[in-house]
């Protein structure tokens, strides 16, 4: 993973400062944290049904399987590559905002339907962290 973090460095260098993620603090994280976004929706994207067991979406029509593919696959690694098809800081912090409003109806869902699943507290989590990577 390092390697391509490297590589993402250095394809973002730019004199004009358009590719200049310097503004960002811990790029590295956040680079990371994107590709982390683009491996979700990939998974769901080429493994629809493999997400059952996490998420407890059942792919149990092809209908499912288009909904999980276009929605958790498409969307995730749409804004997963975001960043690097438009890199400015602002493209890393709205892919945080995405995060942390997603954390932030899942928190609220998790309590009005009393959905405390260790798995919904682990995307709760991961949500908030990469939240704040991406926007401080």
Do not use: W
Not at 2 to 11: K, P, S, T, Y
Not at 94 to 123: F, P, Q, W
């Amino acid at each position: 993973c390092d390697i391509l973090v490297c590589f993402f460095i250095v394809f973002f260098q730019a004199e004009d400062g358009i590719r200049d993620l310097d503004g960002l603090v811990g790029s590295e994280m956040c680079i990371e944290t994107a590709l982390g976004t683009i491996a979700t929706g990939l998974l769901s994207l080429l493994r629809p049904r493999s997400i059952k067991d996490f998420t407890g979406l059942e792919a149990s029509s092809s209908r499912a399987v288009t909904e999980i593919r276009s929605v958790l696959g498409g969307l995730f690694v749409g804004v997963g590559l975001a960043p690097f098809l438009l890199p400015h800081p602002a493209v890393f912090q709205t892919l945080g905002v995405m995060y942390l409003a997603i954390g932030l109806v899942r928190a609220v869902s998790m309590v009005v339907d009393k959905s405390t699943e260790r798995s919904n507290v682990i995307s709760l989590v991961v949500e908030i962290v990469f939240g704040v990577i991406l926007v401080v």
